[in-house]
T-cell receptor, first 112, second 115 residues
C-alpha cells in the first residue's frame, strides 16, 4: 500500500528565511506523481508544486522548489524568502492513476 | 470559468439525520473525487466517479455512505443516519480526464458538524 509520511507536524520560519518541509512515501510503482498542496485557514486546497517521478530534474515554481530523491522515496519542499502569506498547512501527496494519498500535514508558521 | 463548487459550505446535523453534500465540477470536467478530512489530518480518498458511474469506491465506508454523479446536475455525497464520527470536512475535486498526470482541482469543502 502506498503511504505518505510527513514527520514534522509543525515548523516555524522567520520571514524572508528559507524552510524545508519533509515528506517520504512508500510505493512499489515507478510511474507516479508527487504534489505539495497548501491549505490556508480558508481550507481551500491549493496546488503548490508537482513532480513527475520519471523526471530527474527537481520541479521549481518561483520561491518553491522540491528535492526529489526517487531511490530514497523522499520529496521535500523548500520555501525560499518566506512570506507571511505562506503560513498554512502543507500536505504532501502521492498519486498513481486515480489513487491519491495525502500525508498528515505540516503546519507552517511564519514569524514577522 | 468557475472553479469547483461545493454546497453547503457548512452543514449541521443531529445524530441520526441525513446529510447531503453537493459538488459541481469545473466546466468540462467529467471526473469527480470525494475526500474526507478529519481534524488535524490529511485528506483521505473516498470515491471516484464519472458521469453515471462509480469507478472506485474503495475509500468509502460500506454502510451509510453513498455517492452519485448523475448525467445532469451535481455529484452528491449522501450520509445516512449520521454519527458524531462523521464530523469532518468533505472535499470534492474534479479533473477533465483520468490518469496520473491529470491535475485535480479542489472545491472549498463542506464542513459537516454532527451534534
Amino acid at each position: 500500500a502506498q503511504t505518505v509520511t510527513q514527520s514534522q507536524p509543525e515548523m516555524s520560519v522567520q520571514e524572508a528565511e528559507t524552510v524545508t518541509l519533509s515528506c517520504t512515501y512508500d510505493t512499489s510503482e515507478s510511474d507516479y506523481y508527487l504534489f505539495w498542496y497548501k491549505q490556508p485557514p480558508s481550507r481551500q486546497m491549493i496546488l503548490v508544486i508537482r513532480q513527475e517521478a520519471y523526471k530527474q530534474q527537481n520541479a521549481t515554481e518561483n520561491r518553491f522548489s522540491v528535492n526529489f530523491q526517487k531511490a530514497a522515496k523522499s520529496f521535500s519542499l523548500k520555501i525560499s524568502d518566506s512570506q507571511l502569506g505562506d503560513a498554512a498547512m502543507y500536505f504532501c501527496a502521492y498519486r498513481r492513476v486515480n489513487d491519491m494519498r495525502f500525508g498528515a500535514g505540516t503546519r507552517l508558521t511564519v514569524k514577522p | 470559468n468557475a472553479g469547483v463548487m461545493q454546497n453547503p459550505r457548512h452543514l449541521v446535523r443531529r445524530r441520526g439525520q441525513e446529510a447531503r453534500l453537493r459538488c459541481s465540477p469545473m466546466k468540462g470536467h467529467s471526473h469527480v473525487y470525494w475526500y474526507r478530512q478529519l481534524p488535524e489530518e490529511g485528506l483521505k480518498f473516498m470515491v471516484y466517479l464519472q458521469k453515471e458511474n462509480i469507478i472506485d469506491e474503495s475509500g468509502m465506508p460500506k454502510e451509510r455512505f453513498s455517492a452519485e454523479f448523475p448525467k445532469e446536475g451535481p455529484s452528491i455525497l449522501r450520509i445516512q443516519q449520521v454519527v458524531r464520527g462523521d464530523s469532518a470536512a468533505y472535499f470534492c475535486a474534479s479533473s477533465a480526464f483520468t490518469g496520473t498526470s491529470e491535475e485535480q482541482f479542489f472545491g472549498p469543502g463542506t464542513r459537516l458538524t454532527v451534534l
